[in-house]
């Protein structure tokens, strides 16, 4: 007798899904079974939702943040924002915590992560020439190391202090004041820690 299994494109779709972070093998299976009952309308919207986020949302050349396709980055785009104050950060997530402190009105430059010798991350894997061409234009005249205050955050902000400090010896650097939890990534952090951190940013090295 056959072993009797979800036909194929039911094994698909759940394949598919256990492929998302957080999506083990039984949440796939649920949310594949939710799909195909619920109204035709829900699957086709979800699709359509995909599609357009995939084909309209790109990261930012520049900052390394989402920005639509047809309406360009928010941050970058934004004429309101100072020029010369530019906070590097490891993630792209990392600016929404920063944005709703409201401590800051610079512009933003996202690592896309940060060093880490034990997985392999050294600096020719991080956007770090990309910053340094943006320090070259001359515009910035502070950069805050907003990277994580954990052991590969603060290395991090130690190489590239270093880095920029020999290329540009004219620009300020600081780093986000004491308060935010040790270890910790800014995602962690609350508005007022935030907003704390960054109005009492030190000078790197004091
Ligand atoms: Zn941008």
């Not at 047809?70 to 950060?89: E, F, H, K, Q, Y």
């Not at 009105?105 to 050294?122: E, F, T």
């Amino acid at each position: 007798m056959n072993k009797i299994a979800y036909p194929a494109e039911l094994q698909n779709l759940i394949g598919h899904l256990k492929r998302l972070p957080s999506i083990g093998p039984r949440t796939a299976e649920r949310i594949a079974l939710w799909l195909l009952r619920s109204p035709d309308s829900c699957s086709a919207d979800l699709a359509q939702a995909l599609g357009a986020a995939s084909l309209g949302v790109l990261l930012c050349p520049s900052c390394g943040f989402f920005a639509s396709r047809t309406l360009g980055c928010p941050l970058c785009d934004d004429p309101a924002r100072d020029n010369s104050a530019l906070c590097v950060i490891e993630q792209a997530t990392d600016i929404l915590p920063l944005e709703r402190s409201g401590a800051f009105h610079g512009r933003y430059h996202a690592l896309h992560g940060r060093l880490s010798p034990l997985d392999n991350v050294g600096p020719d894997d991080l956007r770090i020439p990309s910053l340094l061409q943006r320090l070259r234009v001359g515009q910035v005249r502070e950069v805050i190391l907003a990277t994580g205050s954990d052991v590969e955050g603060e290395a991090t902000a130690h190489f590239l202090g270093q880095t920029i400090a020999q290329t540009f010896p004219h620009i300020a650097l600081s780093r986000l004041a004491q308060g935010l939890p040790a270890g910790g990534g800014l995602d962690s952090a609350d508005d007022l820690t935030l907003f704390r951190a960054l109005s009492g940013r030190r000078p790197l090295g004091s």
